[in-house]
Structure formats: C-alpha cells, structure tokens
C-alpha cells in the first residue's frame, strides 16, 4: 500500500510529546492505522466498516476472557 498523505494523530494523545499514540489517515475505501513512534513501519489498512466495528470494541472496553500481553 503507498503511504496515505493525511495521517492524524488522536485528540486523545495526551499531553507532552504526543508520540505514545497511533495515527491514521482515510483512503477512498479503506482506514489506514500506523504507530506514531514508527511511522516508517508496516501500515494497517482496514475496510471502512471493519475500522468503525474496531474502533467500536475499544471504546466498550476489555473483552471478558482477553488478556493483554506481559510486558
């Protein structure tokens, strides 16, 4: 995919350098995701409505029986 030229940082980036966050940018059909601390690395493109569902589960919160990676 050739790197979208209107990428976006969330308004939830917080304060200070802002960087701890992903940033995205629309195509004609798709949603393109990518790490702000990355930006060079690989993109995750979604259909539009795969991206809605997605960003959708994130605000209902954890998903009872998922667990998040040790770090």
């Known amino acids: 995919m050739?790197?979208?030229?209107?990428w976006r940082k969330s308004s939830y980036s917080g304060s200070g350098d802002g960087?701890?966050?992903v940033e995205v940018a629309n195509r004609r059909t798709r949603i393109a995701v990518?790490?702000?601390k990355a930006p060079a690395r690989a993109t995750l493109s979604l259909p539009t409505g795969a991206f809605t569902?997605?960003?959708e589960a994130l605000k209902n919160g954890p998903t009872p029986?998922?667990?998040r990676p040790q770090s």
């Open 2 to 6: 050739t790197s979208p030229d209107n």
């Open 53 to 55: 569902t997605f960003v």
């Open 19 to 21: 960087n701890a966050c």
């Open 34 to 36: 990518r790490d702000s």
């Open 65 to 67: 029986g998922l667990r």
